[in-house]
């Protein structure tokens, strides 16, 4: 079994410690099995990527544009979506 070094903020490693304890595990039985978790999870997309991100970015650029802040733009964008 290969050894590795990682760095994390002390907070989660406190998190991380009390969780094996709660669940009688070391903090190496812990670590592998969050990585088997996230291995085997979907891939994450960040919003950007996500289908319709540019969309309704560009819809809320624009609603921003004519709308000069009277009105906040997810209004302007829901009201749009209600009317079709």
């Not at 085997?40 to 919003?47: D, L, Q, V, W």
């Not at 309704?56 to 802040?69: H, P, T």
Request: aromatic share 4%; glycine share 4%.
């Amino acid at each position: 079994m290969a050894k590795i070094l990682i760095n994390i903020p002390s907070e989660l490693l406190e998190e991380v410690d009390r969780r094996a304890r709660e669940e009688n595990m070391t903090r190496s039985e812990a670590t592998r099995f969050a990585l088997r978790v996230w291995l085997r999870s979907e891939p994450y997309i960040a919003p950007m990527h996500r289908p319709g991100f540019a969309d309704i970015a560009e819809r809320m650029r624009a609603a921003a544009k004519s709308n000069s802040g009277s009105v906040p733009a997810e209004t302007l964008i829901r009201k749009g979506r209600e009317s079709h």
